[in-house]
């Protein structure tokens, strides 16, 4: 097995579309699997509202303070 970051390296220089090879391992068997990469989605997208009520702004200064 490769190291984590020389298997990220390979990743970032593939495209989207790509096949790749890859094996797993499950209750001590090898499995064999192609996977084709596809686009990555971002699911927690944050968009700052222009119009927000008090209490909203509080917490969005609070969340803010924890990034």
Known sequence: MQNARQVFKDIRAMNVGDSV????ERDSKEIDVKVILQQR???HIFEEMDELTAEQKMLRNAWK???
């Not at 090879?21 to 797993?24: A, F, Q």
């Open 21 to 24: 090879d890859v094996v797993v």
């Open 41 to 43: 989605i971002d699911h």
């Open 65 to 67: 303070k924890n990034l």
